[in-house]
């Protein structure tokens, strides 16, 4: 089985459409995908495929997104301890 390696620079993210923009391209996520955190919460949690996603320069993100950074970063965490099988974050 093939395993997904996908690194985001969240330096990048200046905004909500910025991150699910960057997010849909690099994790490529299907066409449903409703950009809102419920909808990759369940992107997330439906990877079949072992996938590692590094999140680079989180603090920036989070400076720029102030609460929906840190909620997305929750959405994140928490479809990870549902998937932990198949999926791992790594923060810096």
């Known amino acids: 089985m093939k395993m997904y390696q996908v690194t985001i620079n969240c330096a990048e993210i200046r905004d909500r459409e910025s991150f699910h923009q960057i997010f849909a391209q690099r994790l490529r996520l299907p066409s449903w995908y409703g950009e809102n955190l419920d909808a990759l919460f369940d992107c997330l949690t439906?990877?079949?495929?072992?996938?590692?996603?590094?999140?680079i320069g989180v603090q920036s993100?989070?400076?720029?997104?102030?609460?929906?950074?840190?909620?997305?970063?929750?959405?994140?965490?928490?479809?990870?301890?549902?998937?932990?099988?198949?999926?791992?974050v790594n923060m810096v």
Do not use: C, F
């Not at 993100?61 to 840190?70: E, I, K, Q, V």
């Open 46 to 55: 439906s990877l079949n495929s072992p996938t590692t996603i590094n999140l």
């Open 61 to 88: 993100m989070l400076n720029s997104l102030g609460g929906y950074g840190r909620a997305a970063i929750n959405a994140i965490e928490a479809a990870e301890r549902e998937n932990s099988d198949v999926l791992t």
